[in-house]
């Protein structure tokens, strides 16, 4: 069973920046992709990044140029490089991890940006 666990999120002002960090409980190589949801109170989950095993990327246009996805195979762990963060970008995120067809989540981390 595959255990994802994030951390990093907390309260930052706006323009601030954050890391939210992934470790996964085993090794990261063998998973199709992995990346970050976010849900806003009464709002659906939404994308906010992901990263396949070659290394490509994908992102919502609302962080384009602002966040950044990574992975660390050696350290099993994903990150997610906010910067020039907004109020709207206020969530719950969650990092996700898919071997196919199985996708697996994470518990989730609190991001507050105050205005």
């Known amino acids: 069973q595959v255990q994802l666990v994030e951390s990093g999120g907390g309260l930052v002002q706006a323009g601030g920046s954050l890391r939210l960090s992934c470790a996964a409980s085993?090794?990261?190589?063998?998973?199709?992709?992995m990346g970050w949801y976010r849900q806003a109170p009464g709002k659906q989950r939404e994308l906010v990044a992901t990263v396949i095993s070659g290394g490509s990327t994908n992102y919502a246009d609302s962080v384009k140029g602002r966040f950044t996805i990574s992975r660390d195979n050696a350290k099993n762990t994903q990150y997610l490089q906010m910067n020039s963060l907004k109020p709207e970008d206020t969530a719950v995120y969650y990092c996700?991890?898919?071997?196919?067809?199985?996708?697996?989540w994470g518990q989730g981390t609190q991001v507050t940006v105050s205005s």
């Open positions: 996700h991890a898919d071997r196919l067809p199985r996708r697996y």
């Open positions: 085993g090794s990261i190589s063998s998973f199709n992709a």
